[in-house]
């Protein structure tokens, strides 16, 4: 009974993350309801307007933390549980989790990515102050940076494996795998963030696209770091195989049921985020165009109201509790029999 409790906890830990990520997207498309917008003279030319902080970056970046901590608590949990029994659904609930550490580290590098190419191409913020442009570009590229690589430590690195556990011959060689697997994945990365700071700090610097030479410094910081990546990598495929395990009966009609659970569950959060995002923004009200008055360009942002509740965030709502309820009952019935 405490096993099961323990791998259902295991189970709940990311998808409660996934819950608090989706709370943040909102809070942040709300947050930027009320950011002020550029606009326009007759001539088309730009109104000056003062650029200010986008904090919705933060609450971004904050959700997908909160991914981050709940799936390397699960993945704890999991690996302790099979250091005991090492049960079926203590194996799912170990991959479950390493598959949410993975997404938290594909959100974080998306994250910091798309940070970087909004310097270059979003225009209000290259004239915005160097404190703002400090805080709104470089911290949270950084911040990014930091979470990726220390996830993969935590998550890959300095941890115990399952192949390690009590019950089997500890294997010095695999120890040495998962290290060389975390660095292999950790050294692009941080060279990465690295040349994406030197290239901004240029640009920052010289208000001009970066010289040819600027790009070569980039691309030779961005390559030795995938060199030292592939080294570890080779590391990594040099190490003895596991063994492939016993095929058991109906395991092919198990593993559909759980590719449809799986395809059901990202179809069904995707809407849920995307029916979010347009519950928040049905908030914005744009009024009727009238030519040369520059407030017809400014929206009004209604209050939530309850009506707007029902009707638009609530069917959101009821999605992505849909998508969870749907993805742990899979997880936990597909090795009901074990347990009963």
Same mark, same amino acid.
Do not use: C, E
């Given at each position: 009974m405490s096993e099961s409790r323990n791998a259902n906890r295991a189970i709940q830990l990311p998808l409660i993350g996934l819950a608090f990520l989706w709370a943040m997207m909102m809070l942040a498309q709300f947050v930027d309801l009320y950011r002020e917008m550029p606009m326009y003279d007759n001539k088309g030319e730009q109104l000056p307007y003062e650029v200010t902080l986008q904090w919705s970056v933060y609450l971004i970046l904050i959700g997908i933390t909160g991914v981050a901590i709940a799936s390397l608590l699960g993945q704890r949990i999991a690996l302790a549980l099979r250091s005991e029994v090492d049960s079926p659904l203590a194996q799912s609930a170990h991959r479950f989790n390493n598959l949410f550490v993975i997404l938290s580290l594909v959100g974080g590098a998306v994250f910091a990515i798309g940070n970087f190419l909004g310097a270059f191409n979003n225009y209000d913020s290259r004239d915005a102050s160097?404190?703002? &442009?400090?805080?709104?570009?470089?911290?949270?590229?950084?911040?990014?940076?930091?979470? +990726? +690589?220390? +996830?993969?430590?935590?998550?890959?690195?300095? &941890?115990?494996?399952?192949p390690d556990i009590s019950h089997e011959e500890k294997d010095e060689e695999r120890a040495r795998l998962q290290r060389a697997v975390g660095l292999a994945y950790a050294s692009p990365i941080i060279g990465t963030a690295i040349a994406i700071i030197f290239g901004l700090v240029v640009y920052d610097t010289t208000r001009t696209n970066l010289d040819v030479w600027i790009w070569v410094i980039i691309q030779a910081i961005i390559a030795t770091s995938i060199i030292v990546g592939t080294r570890f990598a080779a590391q990594a495929r040099s190490a003895k195989p596991l063994q492939p395990k016993p095929r058991r009966a109906g395991t092919a009609a198990v593993n559909l049921n759980l590719v449809l659970s799986i395809v059901f569950g990202a179809v069904v959060t995707i809407m849920a985020f995307s029916f979010g995002f347009s519950a928040i923004e049905n908030l914005r009200e744009w009024p009727q165009w009238v030519e040369g008055d520059p407030d017809s360009q400014r929206p009004i942002i209604n209050a939530p109201s309850l009506s707007w509740f029902l009707e638009s965030l609530l069917p959101a709502l009821v999605l992505l509790a849909l998508a969870i309820f749907g993805i742990y009952r899979t997880m936990i019935s597909r090795h009901k029999e074990n347990h009963a």
């Open positions: 160097p404190l703002i &442009r400090i805080f709104g570009v470089y911290v949270p590229i950084v911040l990014a940076t930091a979470l +990726v +690589v220390i +996830v993969i430590l935590f998550a890959f690195v300095f &941890r115990k494996d399952a």
